[in-house]
């Protein structure tokens, strides 16, 4: 409420508050509020008021709501910086706001981040909002990722946001993709997305998860959720299946 009437009197009564969970929420407060009103300050005080991930996590946050009411202004304040972890926590909150009206340009912007976290997390973000709106052309963007973090974490969401509302369209895009770990997980993802309204759907993928781990952790999962719905089509699936067959035997139980 401070804030809202002098921001200047209450960041300096913040900043003569002893160290610790209360001095961290007030200042909290205040960034929260100069977000909507002035996020040029909410930065700079972010900037002078904390440290390491805190820091970073308030500044995108401070990003996705400034590039919300002023994309180009927030742009603007990218430019003028240098490189380094605040730089690109700002422009993964951006991304982050861009993804739903302009994927095209959020994936731009994410693709020029140094890699490491902030890039990671920026892409993560865009990647699930855009195959929220337009899946095809976002699995289509991740498939062009090296193997790697980026991969592994893009291809799954994809896979589940996009096996909700066309598991036919998402199925034909995983089995053009070339088998690797981003791929099982995609895979194991469309499975557990597929399972509790569409088993025999998800059925076949199962096999073509290649590693075993994954692999009998999606059997074991498919076969219990659909034993509940067709005994007797589950336990024929479930007995041509690579599980082992003590776990098939604890999974059928007694009838």
């Known amino acids: 409420a401070w804030t809202r009437t002098d921001s200047a009197a209450a960041l300096s009564w913040i900043r003569q508050l002893p160290e610790g969970n209360a001095r961290v929420g007030a200042a909290r407060a205040i960034v929260v509020q100069l977000g909507q009103t002035n996020p040029a300050e909410a930065v700079g005080v972010i900037q002078s008021t904390f440290t390491g991930r805190d820091q970073t996590a308030m500044i995108n946050q401070v990003a996705q709501t400034w590039a919300?009411?002023?994309?180009?202004?927030a742009l603007a304040w990218v430019n003028r910086q240098h490189e380094g972890d605040l730089r690109a926590a700002f422009i993964g909150g951006?991304?982050?706001?861009?993804?739903?009206?302009?994927p095209v340009e959020?994936?731009?912007?994410?693709?020029?981040?140094?890699?490491?976290?902030?890039?990671?997390?920026?892409?993560?973000?865009v990647v699930t909002r855009w195959a929220g709106n337009e899946p095809a052309a976002a699995a289509a963007w991740a498939a062009t990722f090296a193997p790697g973090p980026l991969r592994d974490n893009a291809l799954p969401s994809v896979a589940a946001t996009w096996a909700q509302s066309d598991p036919v369209a998402t199925g034909r895009w995983l089995a053009a993709l070339p088998s690797d770990s981003a791929r099982d997980r995609a895979v194991q993802n469309y499975v557990n997305q597929l399972t509790h309204q569409n088993p025999q759907l998800a059925a076949p993928w199962v096999a073509s998860i290649t590693d075993s781990a994954q692999r009998n952790a999606a059997t074991e999962n498919l076969a219990r959720q659909w034993l509940q719905l067709d005994r007797d089509a589950a336990s024929v699936w479930l007995a041509q299946t690579t599980l082992p067959d003590e776990r098939k035997r604890q999974i059928l139980g007694p009838r």
């Open 68 to 73: 919300g009411s002023d994309v180009s202004a």
């Open 106 to 125: 959020a994936a731009r912007l994410v693709a020029a981040l140094p890699p490491g976290e902030a890039q990671n997390s920026a892409t993560q973000n």
């Open 94 to 102: 951006v991304a982050t706001t861009l993804a739903t009206a302009s």
